[in-house]
């Protein structure tokens, strides 16, 4: 058994951690916050994030370099805003080097890295092709309930890979690799967008006929983007493609769908970020992936379409109507992204 740490003690990071701590690993789950981690510590508990008595095997810290001491892998599970500088931070205080494996899913605005990228740039004893990613259709909540799920990691290194597969490998926690590091976080990513989507389709109150379509739509969007820089369009079939927007665009777990619902709604972005009161990165990653279109000269008018209802004020509805008064098209264009020649043959 290994001493791991978690960095990030929001929903996710806390359920992480609880699947590394049923697995017999000591976990050191860090929080930014002094009265958190104490707070934990002391009550065994997490309840602003995640309902629940928390094992014995987890120890919250505080102190960043006490939490990563002599620890055999460290597992970033913190907002994308923060991913450089706590990758920065950790720059010093590692005396050996740890498999490095984050969960966090988004994309940097501007620089339009992805996080594995972020954090190879910041942590300058490590090299892109070390980082293992870890994604997948995955609610927090349901995690901690030890209801069944699956996921899969991914890194360049498959031999980093496969250290994070024994890591968290379990009974209820069932773990797949994947080389496409490039394709898993993409997915991961781009969903929320879809999710984001989905969320003001049912706020605007239509059906499941709407959400379906808006799936399957965005689905073709994040390949089609995914494609054109490389990733397997296989990828996005997968657990990180189309399992993670399934279980994003249908639950009300999912904090993208609840923040679409309520601009869906009517809502002004502000006030709904301020009611959730955690963080949404699906609005952070509309803003990226409406660069990346624009850079790779793809066309994504889904996210096009939500990025104007988040920063240029446009209406969902006034979105809607332009989305289906679009020009008509053959749906085998974009199927056939999916089934790409050089990957199937």
Known sequence: MANVAVLGAGSWGTALSI???????????????????????????NEKYLQGILPEQITAFHD???AVTGVAAIIVVVPTKAIREVSQNLNNMLAEKPTIIHASKGIEPDTLK??????????????YEEIVVLSGPSHAEEVALRHPTTVTVSAVNMDNAKIAQDLFNSDTFRVYTS???????????LKNIIALGAGISDGLG???NAKAALMTRGLAEIARLGTSLGANPLSFLGLPGVGDLIVTCTSV???NWRAGNLLGKGNKLDDVLEQMGMVVE??????????FAKEQQVEMPITSGIYQILFEEKTPKAVVDELM????RDEMDDISILLNERYTQ
Do not use: C, F, P
């Open 19 to 45: 699947v590394l701590a049923d697995n017999g690993h000591d976990v050191r789950l860090w929080s930014h916050r002094k009265e958190q981690a104490e707070t934990i510590n002391r009550t065994r508990k």
């Open 64 to 66: 960043l370099k006490e």
């Open 114 to 127: 992805r996080v594995s990228e972020m954090i190879s740039e910041e942590l300058t004893t490590y090299d």
């Open 179 to 189: 080389s496409d590091i490039l394709g898993i976080e993409l997915g991961g990513a």
């Open 206 to 208: 239509y059906g499941d």
């Open 253 to 255: 777990h999912s904090r």
């Open 282 to 291: 699906g609005v952070r990653t509309v803003k990226a992936a409406y660069q």
């Open 325 to 328: 008064s679009r020009d008509k």
